[in-house]
């Protein structure tokens, strides 16, 4: 069968070389029992070999929390716990950690482009592929509850006409066997963070941006409670689906206690403000004894 070209410059996406950086991405990437599930991602990426060869994989040498590549940073940017500068002066942290597979570089920024401003279909399996690679790479050991996407504003959501997120975390669960579930809605419209003056301006803007819109029987004040067929008292805001309407009963009989793991997806982790802000409203209504872990596509 005839692959449809390269998603990235064209060129044709089978190939004899082709076959042999899939097997070097996947050792780079895939930890032992994962390899399999990596070899498969990495074969059915819409990309030829030149544009494997050159994905910005992250190194190993990384910030415990955020992830940032720190390959060649010198000892005296790295904390004692070997954090980033940045993250080791974060006080009262409610991301559990973040990672990502690729470095943000030209090749990213066109290519996320084209998806969230130019409405290009084909990236949606490409992002969402890239994520459940991050996923096999870093939290293949880990047992997530649900995984949920980073909401847009009502505002832009009509601008744009879709949330680029929820195509791929949709994309991702399918494809690592985790549930998604809408947790949160945004409340404030807020200037993209590219137009934003420094971290300091980044985290305000985020302060109270967003409101949980998961299922009541989450909430701490009812850590206890499971799904009786009554529905759900969350309210549907702007172009916020109603938990009932979009999951309908696939959490009864179901418990999201606090000591469980949510995945928190994004596209790209730059301050990481956003990511902060949706984990603080998450483990307000669950409980601060959940881990909210962050799963990006670049870092």
């Given at each position: 069968m005839l692959r449809e070209p390269c998603v990235s410059c064209g060129g044709r996406v089978a190939s004899r070389e082709r076959e042999a950086a899939v097997r070097r991405l996947s050792l780079t990437i895939a930890r032992s029992a994962r390899y399999p599930a990596v070899y498969r991602l990495l074969d059915g990426l819409g990309l030829c070999a030149d544009c494997l060869r050159l994905l910005p994989i992250l190194g190993e040498r990384i910030c415990i929390q955020c992830g940032r590549d720190m390959g060649g940073r010198t000892p005296s940017l790295l904390s004692d716990r070997q954090k980033c500068g940045?993250?080791?002066?974060?006080?009262?942290?409610?991301l559990a950690g973040n990672?990502?597979?690729?470095?943000?570089?030209e090749w990213g920024k066109d290519m996320l482009s084209r998806f969230k401003y130019r409405g290009d279909e084909r990236m949606a399996g490409l992002f969402a592929a890239l994520l459940a690679l991050a996923f096999y790479r870093?939290?293949?050991s880990i047992r997530f509850r649900c995984a949920a996407a980073v909401p847009?504003?009502?505002n832009r959501l009509r601008e744009r006409?879709?949330?680029q997120v929820e195509l791929m975390v949709s994309g991702l669960g399918k494809r690592i066997g985790v549930e998604v579930v809408p947790l949160l809605a945004r409340t404030r419209h807020t200037p993209k963070l590219s137009r934003q003056g420094g971290r300091t301006a980044r985290q305000e803007s985020m302060r109270g941006a967003?409101?949980?819109?998961?299922p009541a029987s989450c909430r701490k004040r009812e850590p206890d409670?499971?799904?009786?067929?009554?529905?759900?008292?969350?309210r549907e805001r702007g172009g916020t689906l109603l938990w009932w309407r979009r999951i309908g009963s696939a959490f009864l009989g179901r418990r999201l206690m606090a000591p469980d793991a949510i995945l928190l997806v994004d596209d790209i982790y730059t301050t990481g403000s956003t990511l902060r802000a949706c984990a603080e409203t998450i483990r307000g209504q669950v409980g601060h004894g959940c881990r909210v872990y962050s799963l990006t596509v670049f870092r």
């Amino acid at each position: 069968m005839l692959r449809e070209p390269c998603v990235s410059c064209g060129g044709r996406v089978a190939s004899r070389e082709r076959e042999a950086a899939v097997r070097r991405l996947s050792l780079t990437i895939a930890r032992s029992a994962r390899y399999p599930a990596v070899y498969r991602l990495l074969d059915g990426l819409g990309l030829c070999a030149d544009c494997l060869r050159l994905l910005p994989i992250l190194g190993e040498r990384i910030c415990i929390q955020c992830g940032r590549d720190m390959g060649g940073r010198t000892p005296s940017l790295l904390s004692d716990r070997q954090k980033c500068g940045d993250c080791a002066s974060v006080r009262d942290e409610p991301l559990a950690g973040n990672r990502g597979l690729l470095v943000y570089n030209e090749w990213g920024k066109d290519m996320l482009s084209r998806f969230k401003y130019r409405g290009d279909e084909r990236m949606a399996g490409l992002f969402a592929a890239l994520l459940a690679l991050a996923f096999y790479r870093y939290y293949g050991s880990i047992r997530f509850r649900c995984a949920a996407a980073v909401p847009l504003h009502d505002n832009r959501l009509r601008e744009r006409g879709f949330n680029q997120v929820e195509l791929m975390v949709s994309g991702l669960g399918k494809r690592i066997g985790v549930e998604v579930v809408p947790l949160l809605a945004r409340t404030r419209h807020t200037p993209k963070l590219s137009r934003q003056g420094g971290r300091t301006a980044r985290q305000e803007s985020m302060r109270g941006a967003f409101e949980w819109v998961g299922p009541a029987s989450c909430r701490k004040r009812e850590p206890d409670i499971v799904g009786d067929g009554g529905g759900s008292d969350v309210r549907e805001r702007g172009g916020t689906l109603l938990w009932w309407r979009r999951i309908g009963s696939a959490f009864l009989g179901r418990r999201l206690m606090a000591p469980d793991a949510i995945l928190l997806v994004d596209d790209i982790y730059t301050t990481g403000s956003t990511l902060r802000a949706c984990a603080e409203t998450i483990r307000g209504q669950v409980g601060h004894g959940c881990r909210v872990y962050s799963l990006t596509v670049f870092r």
